[in-house]
Structure formats: C-alpha cells, structure tokens
C-alpha cells in the first residue's frame, strides 16, 4: 500500500510505498483492547496498602466478659466487624497487577492500530520533523501550520531541541519508535511519524 507523505503545510506531497501488514491489517478491536489494558496494568506499581487486624494499633484485650452483659460475645476490638478495625482482605503493597502479552500479539496489536490509523487518515508521514531551537512557541507553530492541534510525535531519534519544545504543551507527546506504545498512539487524534521511523517500524514489528 502507500501512504501519503505531506510537508510542512499538512499538504500531500508525494506517495510513499508502505507494508501492507504494517498499514494494511484489518482492525481487531478484542486484540486492541487487550494489549492497552496489559500495557497499563503492567505499569502499576503495588504501592497501596491497608492494615489488617494484626496490624491496627488496638489493644488486644477482650472488651467485656464472654457472658452475661446483654451484649454480643467480642474478644478483640481490632476485629474487621469494628469501626477502626483491621481489613478483612486487605491489600498488599506486593501485589501483582502484570498481564501476560504473547510477542507476537503485541506486535499485531501494534500493527492494527497503525493500519486503523492510516485508514482514518490520522497517520500523517513526513520526511522529518525537528525545531530549530528548544521554544513550545515554535514548535506550536510548526503544529498550526500544518493544521493539527493534538498529535503523537514519533521519530526515529529523539532530538533534544524537540523533546524540550512539546514539554509544555498538553496535546502533544515526542517519541522514539522504540518507546511508542499502544496506549500513546490511540491517545492523540494524529500521529506524525518520520520516513526513518516508518522504516523501523517495519524492522520491529515485522
């Protein structure tokens, strides 16, 4: 297939020849959704905890005597049934969130979101993308320019001058084909992505 490639005016410029199992790929949405619900899950980290009866600072004297006050028998009052008492289940800061993800279903689930953007037109190739200078203002000019207001950047090296100019600017994210993800690339409404990098991704996700 071939994709179009535009210059900086958002304009079509040229075709460029593209693989078809990268762009081409029928969408599965199923295989989609599970490779973005693994990629976050296995970016949690187990940092939350509660305490359980054991670890609640009571003390662990029987309240009353088993029998004759009327009341219902209790022996501890960091008991769970308690207000202030220990959790019955409680959460472990060691817990596991991490899902299991085939390489070869990433990699197809990576495919179908490049070829779904491509058929959506929301895949924009350039020859390259850089600023002259690290200023938010140049690079959002550069953006407005070429008629986009929300877009992933991905090149096949990161340029200091262009990693520094999108970090002020909410809708817009730079990075390197290494480090593309799933969850960034359904993210943004556009995705520019250099010549050079489209060529690696090709390499990787071949």
Same mark, same amino acid.
């Given at each position: 297939?071939?994709?179009?490639?535009?210059?900086?005016?958002?304009?079509?410029?040229?075709?460029?020849?593209?693989?078809?199992?990268?762009?081409?790929?029928?969408?599965?949405?199923?295989?989609?959704?599970?490779?973005?619900?693994?990629?976050?899950?296995?970016?949690?980290?187990?940092?939350?905890?509660?305490?359980?009866?054991?670890?609640?600072?009571?003390?662990?004297?029987?309240?009353?005597?088993?029998?004759?006050?009327?009341?219902?028998?209790?022996?501890?009052?960091?008991?769970?049934?308690?207000?202030?008492?220990?959790?019955?289940?409680?959460?472990?800061?060691?817990?596991? /969130?991490?899902?299991?993800?085939?390489? $070869?279903?990433?990699? %197809?689930?990576?495919?179908? *979101? +490049?070829?779904?953007?491509?058929?959506?037109?929301?895949?924009?190739?350039?020859?390259?993308?850089?600023?002259?200078?690290?200023?938010?203002?140049?690079?959002?000019?550069?953006?407005?320019?070429?008629?986009?207001?929300?877009?992933?950047?991905?090149?096949?090296?990161?340029?200091?001058?262009?990693?520094?100019?999108?970090?002020?600017?909410?809708?817009?994210?730079?990075?390197?084909?290494?480090?593309?993800?799933?969850?960034?690339?359904?993210? /943004?409404?556009?995705?520019?992505?250099? $010549?050079?990098?489209? %060529?690696?991704?090709?390499? *990787? +996700?071949?």
């Amino acid at each position: 297939m071939e994709l179009k490639l535009i210059n900086e005016q958002g304009k079509s410029a040229a075709s460029v020849a593209a693989s078809d199992a990268l762009f081409g790929r029928e969408f599965n949405e199923s295989l989609v959704h599970q490779i973005v619900v693994a990629y976050r899950a296995n970016a949690r980290r187990g940092t939350r905890a509660q305490k359980g009866r054991s670890d609640v600072r009571h003390s662990h004297k029987k309240p009353w005597r088993q029998k004759g006050t009327g009341r219902a028998r209790a022996g501890d009052v960091a008991s769970p049934l308690w207000r202030g008492g220990g959790k019955i289940f409680p959460n472990l800061p060691d817990e596991n /969130f991490s899902h299991k993800v085939n390489r $070869k279903m990433y990699r %197809a689930g990576m495919c179908s *979101i +490049l070829s779904q953007l491509a058929r959506e037109e929301r895949l924009k190739l350039v020859e390259s993308f850089s600023v002259e200078a690290p200023k938010t203002k140049l690079l959002a000019q550069k953006l407005k320019k070429m008629g986009l207001d929300s877009a992933l950047v991905i090149t096949d090296d990161l340029d200091q001058n262009l990693l520094l100019s999108a970090r002020n600017l909410v809708n817009v994210r730079v990075l390197d084909v290494n480090h593309a993800d799933p969850v960034s690339l359904i993210q /943004f409404d556009n995705v520019i992505l250099t $010549k050079k990098a489209m %060529a690696r991704f090709e390499e *990787i +996700l071949k």
